[in-house]
């Protein structure tokens, strides 16, 4: 890579899949979006994919809001993402989608 650009990912396969995301969690996401973030909801949660981690082994849930909805969103992320999650699956026997929502409710918590 080309001095200057170590910032920006490497090009690879970006896939793309039906996830239910947490309401307000995309709404959060849409508002840095449009208003604080030069990226794409799908890069956003893409990060926060990536920037997700279970330390020690531990995974700390959190309780969904009582009336909030979950809806089916087409998202986008890199392929070697969906194998991070994939391997979360397998070795921690949680759904992708509350992956999914977990390392977003995270990343917005800890920023």
Do not use: H
Not at 31 to 42: G, Q, R, V
Not at 81 to 95: H, V
């Amino acid at each position: 890579m080309q001095k200057g650009f170590s910032r920006f990912c490497p090009r690879e396969k970006w896939v793309n899949k039906n996830i239910e995301i947490e309401d307000s969690l995309y709404t959060e996401l849409q508002t840095l979006s449009e208003n604080e973030i030069d990226a794409s909801i799908n890069k956003l949660i893409d990060a926060c994919v990536e920037n997700f981690k279970i330390k020690d082994n531990t995974v700390i849930y959190y309780k969904k809001p009582e009336n909030e909805i979950s809806i089916s969103r087409s998202i986008r992320l890199r392929e070697s993402m969906w194998n991070k999650l994939e391997t979360l699956r397998k070795e921690y026997d949680i759904s992708i989608y509350k992956l999914i929502n977990m390392s977003i409710k995270y990343t917005l918590d800890n920023n």
